[in-house]
């Protein structure tokens, strides 16, 4: 670049304004690649990679419509509830990622995991600087809620998360468990009332009811492999 602007073929101006240019490009690239470091997200999936056509109980408008992360600006919550295998996580992630692209700081955890995070933060004595942790991200990602049931002291915990972000920051709760059974899960139909009402107070309900996205990439792959198979034995025989 120096050498151009030496030569002639730029002005310094102009050298000095692509030079800046690949600086910015460089320490964004920089800020994007440490925040996609610290959502902590368990698969590279996007947004893109959903095969809408493979899922049709998915809203696809309403998906789109979540894409542009408007309800992160609002500090609203999102539930992705279904069967296993519709693609709940997937879409998380996807919009997680989209995001953290987007310059918003974003956090996955499961439902487990983030117990078991404040849980060893109580017995370090720093249960305030472990709920931070929750709270500081615009984004909250909370996987594979209901999966297992909590005890008392997991489902307390539980609930000081979501209360902590209450109109403050935005939650996606993935659910195999429809909300009716969520106080069945938690074993306390009071505190199960007070997280609805918290999670649905500014919240969405992404209902998916449709066959097993990872099923048909299992029966897809399997079909791979048996016509492959079938063409081998073709060729010997």
């Known amino acids: 670049m120096l050498d151009a602007a030496r030569d002639g073929q730029l002005s310094t101006l102009d050298a000095l304004e692509h030079l800046l240019g690949i600086e ?39 998906i789109r419509e979540l894409a542009s992360l408007r309800f992160i600006d609002d500090a609203s ?12 996580t997937m879409l998380a992630i996807g919009l997680a990622r989209a995001a953290a692209h987007a310059g918003q700081r974003a956090y996955f955890t499961t439902c487990e995991q983030s117990v078991r995070k404040l849980t060893k933060a109580i017995a370090e004595h720093r249960f305030d600087t472990g709920l931070r942790f929750f709270t500081q991200p615009r984004l909250l990602v909370i996987d594979e809620f209901g999966y297992r049931k909590l005890d008392e002291p997991g489902r307390s915990l539980l609930f000081e998360v979501v209360n902590a972000r209450y109109l403050k920051g935005s939650i996606i ?3 195999h468990v429809g909300i009716a059974e969520w106080a069945e899960r938690l074993g306390d139909p009071i505190l199960a009332a007070a997280l609805v009402d918290r999670l649905l107070h500014r919240g969405v309900i992404v209902a998916i009811d449709g066959p097993s996205y990872r099923m048909r990439t299992h029966q897809a792959r399997a079909e791979e492999i048996r ?3 079938t063409g081998t034995s073709g060729e010997r025989s």
């Open 173 to 175: 709760v993935t659910s």
């Open 227 to 229: 016509a492959a198979a």
């Open 77 to 88: 919550n999102l539930l992705f509830i279904g069967p296993p295998g519709v693609g709940k």
């Open 24 to 62: 910015a490009g460089a320490t964004g690239a920089r800020q994007t690649a440490s925040r996609l470091h610290f959502a902590n997200l368990p698969a590279p999936w996007r947004l893109e990679d959903y095969d809408f056509s493979a899922q049709p109980g998915v809203d696809e408008a309403l």
